[in-house]
């Protein structure tokens, strides 16, 4: 039987500081000039390098390069994924400008690979809004000629800069945003899995290692012995707070209104805590061996989720003695 | 002077769940045994692996669990290739730290959409945005290489079937282009899965089989795609000569995510197609290239060899390369 299984996605804008050289590259596409890094023995790099890789010295000589170049090796995608320049079939290609040593990795539109071969002259498409990313290369295509745009536009992109607001489009970019969203399938372990049928039927069990006889609660490797568990052992679904904290400050997603406590609740018959919310009482009065009891979800409301427990209370029996929870700290 | 030797592998081709521990549990176990060591005779322990691949936080802490940190132990982890974590304990153990060391590397290869994952080991300034899928950064290299005349598609077919036992060639090449002028059968099957290496100092080696490092290497070309010679890899040739490798080895395990990629190594490391070569099984993420050390140490400790030697890559289009020397 296959375990439990559940989609995630994991999205996040990474932003990234540009530095002096890649500051300035991004700024020269944000104004449709692409600018290459010189190296001390001459070659002109595109993208440009940082730092000099034979004398390890700042790279600060930047010169303009065109935007048509010539193809040294090609691939051909027909199902463009997430993210990718193009969302129909097209080329990836390493492309060397004119005028610059080495080749930059992007998109061609071809519209077919048949299109494609090794030598072909392509030219940049630039994205009409641009901001200092290397997006603002919306893709090349092919063609000898300067960009398309620029003939559009009657003026070549380099009299950009004789332009009132040059000065400002010229500045270095300091920060680029990339989101980043990947996808995945995430898979239960078999001990996590009967945790959570268990929990779908009202029910909350651990499992004891065989070495040291603990119980864990939910289930796993114990990390004291490094050995599977084994005996499956019903715990019960009331407990003692072992320590807890005042959650004081809001955050993006927060589902409740601070003040509002999260305990560590060691389940009677377990040997490690479980963190839940403590509701029911003011955060104030929650204190280290209050007894608590979960408050379950509507039953119709169950899954194979730990939400099923909706949150611990207080259960009115007289607090456990510091001793009796002092090992599970 | 051999002064470590490998006593014990083990790996498993399949990982379940996200965090490798439930994996990693009977690795341990199955590699410790062949070592004749119990794991508090540990003194270092080393892993490779990358949160990325599964999307799980910290795994590499997690997976700590199936070791058994009580009382606590020395442990350190590198995002790649377990065969560099091999390379760091190979160096502790000579820095006079450790005397013995276990090193393991653990992926679930499956669990995400690899080709995007690997987007992100990219240039994150003006590559990684674009997210390049890794079978067509792959791709630009094959062409590269077929282009300049190194080999043919039939050759890399060759090597496929190779892999794939009872393949014929013919039915390969007749199978359609995945990313141009890679097939299907170019790219190695991405596996889930985790392995193990166990390393001991002369003194501790003792009477147990053993595969001696004679010599172990790394290197690493440039980061960009257009700054280097895509068909010659370099680091390899580098790693090669500073391990000593020699084109008379017995047998040797390369870790080629792609058929091309086998050819473009065996010219690196100037080694004849004639090689005798340890099967490729799959690409297990993360492990793969420490179970190429770990299966050419088996050829050595079983006596079918008396020199072997293991390659291990990360990184996009073979960036970096190990290279191991082991004798017995």
Known sequence: MDTLSAPLTIAFDYTRSLGPVLGRFMAGLRERRVLGGRTSDGRVHVPPLEYDPVTLTPVTDLVEVSPTGTVVTWTWTDHPREGQPLDRPFGWALIRLDGADTALLHAVDAGSAEVMRTGMRVRIRWAVDRTGHINDIECFEPGDGPPAQDARDGQPAQTARDGPQAQTAREPVTIMTTPIRLHYRHTTSAEEDGYLRALADGRIIGQRCPACRKVYVPPRVCPACGIAPDEVVPVADRGTVTTFCVVNVPFAGQRLTPPYVVAQVLLDGADIPVPHLILGVPAEAVRMGLRVAAVWRDRSAWATTPENIDHFEPSGEPDAPYESFAEHL | ?328
């Open chain 2, 1 to 328: 002077m051999n002064e470590v030797a490998v006593i014990g592998f083990a790996r498993s081709d399949r990982s379940v769940t996200t965090s490798g521990v439930e994996t990693l549990v009977p690795v341990f176990e199955q590699a410790l045994g062949q070592a004749g060591l119990g794991r508090r005779e540990i003194d270092f322990w080393c892993s490779g692996s990358s949160d990325y691949l599964a999307g799980r936080a910290f795994s590499f802490v997690s997976a700590v669990d199936a070791i058994g940190a009580v009382p606590p132990i020395c442990e350190s982890h590198v995002e790649m290739d377990a065969a560099w974590a091999l390379y760091e304990a190979y160096v502790k153990i000579l820095a006079g730290e450790a005397e013995t060391a276990l090193v393991y590397g653990f992926g679930k290869g499956t669990a995400g959409e690899l080709d995007r994952v690997l987007a992100l080991q990219l240039d994150p300034y003006t590559v990684a945005p674009l997210w390049p899928d890794a079978t067509g950064v792959a791709a630009l290299q094959a062409r590269l290489a077929l282009d300049a005349g190194m080999f043919s598609e039939r050759d890399m077919a060759l090597v496929a079937a190779q892999r794939e036992e009872a393949s014929c060639v013919e039915a390969l090449l007749d199978r359609p282009y995945t990313s141009m002028p890679l097939r299907e059968h170019d790219a190695a099957r991405v596996a889930d899965g985790a392995s193990a290496v166990v390393l001991a100092a002369a003194d501790r080696v003792r009477g147990r089989r053993a595969a001696w490092i004679s010599g172990i290497a790394h290197r690493v070309d440039p980061q960009g795609l257009g700054e280097r010679d895509l068909t010659a890899v370099p680091s390899a040739t580098g790693a090669a000569r500073a391990a000593g490798l020699g084109a008379d080895v017995d047998v040797v395990a390369l870790h080629a995510p792609f058929t091309h990629q086998e050819l473009l190594l065996l010219r690196a490391l100037g080694l004849p197609r004639s090689t005798r070569r340890c099967p490729f099984p799959a690409h297990a993420m993360f492990s793969a290239g420490l179970s190429r050390i770990g299966a050419a140490a088996g050829e050595v400790m079983s006596g079918r060899a008396a020199t072997a030697a293991a390659h291990a890559t990360s990184g996009p289009a073979l960036q970096q390369n190990l290279v191991v020397v082991l004798e017995a």
